[in-house]
């Protein structure tokens, strides 16, 4: 089942009218960037307070939203109310709509210090926090263009993923990392890098 449009507005507006702020990141976090849906989206990927985690499974439950899966880097640890909650996970709804959720604790500089596992030294700073866009006209947060750029390296990209790269390098000209500029110049040449 894909996620279209108007079920990203509808959660990410709930969620907000309810006090819980996400970020959009994955497919439609680059796609809110571009201003346009680019491609289908199997689900919707979010990162969001560690402390807005339980009041955002009980948002998502009273729309029929459940634990699906885990993530292998899920960690699971206590917020500021000591309730033990998960930190990387994926929530999906009896017509298969994939919510998939990553928790952060939030410093007091507005910086995003990732609550799952398998994160040393990876951070969400306020400028990756910054990105603003549009999903069918309708304004969302987002991460930064160049943060999408750094969060797609680390692992081998799907051809869907590689053309998401591609569209952000187009659009805001930034650079890829290093790991993926040989994938980059498969995608935009057509050839096998050597």
């Known amino acids: ?52 985690v339980v009041r955002m499974c009980e948002i998502m439950a009273s729309q029929g939203y459940r634990l699906k899966d885990l993530w292998p880097e899920n960690r699971w640890t206590t917020d500021v109310k000591n309730n033990v909650t998960a930190t990387a996970f994926v929530l999906a709804d009896s017509d298969g709509h994939e919510f998939d959720a990553h928790a952060m604790c939030l410093d007091d500089r507005g910086n995003g210090i990732p609550a799952w596992q398998e994160a040393e ?54 650079e890829y990392p290093n790991e993926v500029q040989c994938l980059a110049k498969q995608v935009n040449e057509g050839k096998k890098c050597t």
């Open 121 to 174: 030294g990876f951070i969400f700073e306020k400028k990756d926090l910054s990105g603003e866009g549009k999903i069918a006209g309708f304004p969302v947060r987002c991460i930064s263009p160049e943060k999408q750029m750094q969060c797609h390296t680390g692992y081998e990209l799907p051809d869907k993923q590689s053309s998401d790269l591609e569209l952000l390098n187009k659009k805001f000209g930034i």
């Open 1 to 52: 089942m894909m996620v279209h449009a108007e079920v990203v507005i509808r959660i990410y507006k709930h969620l907000l009218d309810n006090g819980v702020r996400v970020w959009l990141t994955g497919g439609w976090g680059i796609d809110a960037l571009l201003g346009e849906e680019t491609r289908p989206h199997k689900d919707l990927d979010v990162i969001m307070s560690l402390d807005d």
